[in-house]
């Protein structure tokens, strides 16, 4: 098992920024993929971003691409998301999850095992 929890959201101004972090414990963080997904009221959970275990093959999804960095700290067991330039359209929970590392794309939720409970973020216009 491997428990993931979400901080970092918030009310920011369009334009903003905000870094959400996904803190892990249980199992060897190390060992995971990491992928961070948003959900927005009335739509289906979608991919943001992903990273391979070892911290390389970081992969976005075109509407965050250029504005969002993802990156972890596998020595803190920690993963982050940078989020810039955040857009109204990028209000959503989001949720960090852990997965098999692959090669492959790996940008549906089914790929991962582990999720976290959330964390709310809300870009005002």
């Known amino acids: 098992q491997v428990q993931l929890l979400e901080s970092g959201g918030g009310l920011v101004q369009a334009g903003g920024s905000l870094r959400l972090s996904c803190g892990a414990s249980g199992r060897t963080f190390s060992n995971y993929a990491v992928g961070w997904f948003r959900q927005a009221p009335g739509k289906e959970r979608e991919f943001v971003s992903r990273i391979a275990s070892n911290g390389a093959r970081p992969s976005y999804a075109d509407s965050v691409k250029g504005r969002f960095t993802i990156s972890r700290d596998n020595a803190e067991n920690t993963a982050y998301l940078q989020m810039n330039s955040l857009k109204p359209g990028d209000t959503a929970v989001y949720f960090c999850?852990?997965?098999?590392?692959?090669?492959?794309?790996?940008?549906?939720?089914?790929?991962?095992?582990?999720w976290g409970q959330g964390t709310q973020v809300t870009v005002s216009s």
């Open positions: 999850a852990a997965g098999v590392d692959s090669f492959l794309p790996r940008t549906r939720a089914s790929d991962y095992g582990y």
